[in-house]
């Protein structure tokens, strides 16, 4: 695989299965406001979001 980033399409009317959101770094970083949150899954395989 290259270093490009992998673009997939989601139906946002639908349920996004954490695993597909979070692969394959384990989190995924979201900017809201201006800040950048990490939400990732725990060793508990509860999902935390972080500042």
Avoid: C, W
């Avoid at 996004?16 to 949150?37: C, E, K, M, S, T």
């Avoid at 939400?39 to 935390?48: A, G, H, S």
């Amino acid at each position: 695989m290259t270093n490009k980033a992998r673009h997939e399409s989601f139906d946002l009317a639908r349920p996004l299965p954490a695993d597909r959101l979070l692969a394959p770094l384990g989190f995924v970083q979201i900017v809201f406001n201006g800040q950048i949150y990490i939400l990732r899954q725990t060793r508990n395989r509860k999902l935390i979001l972080t500042k």
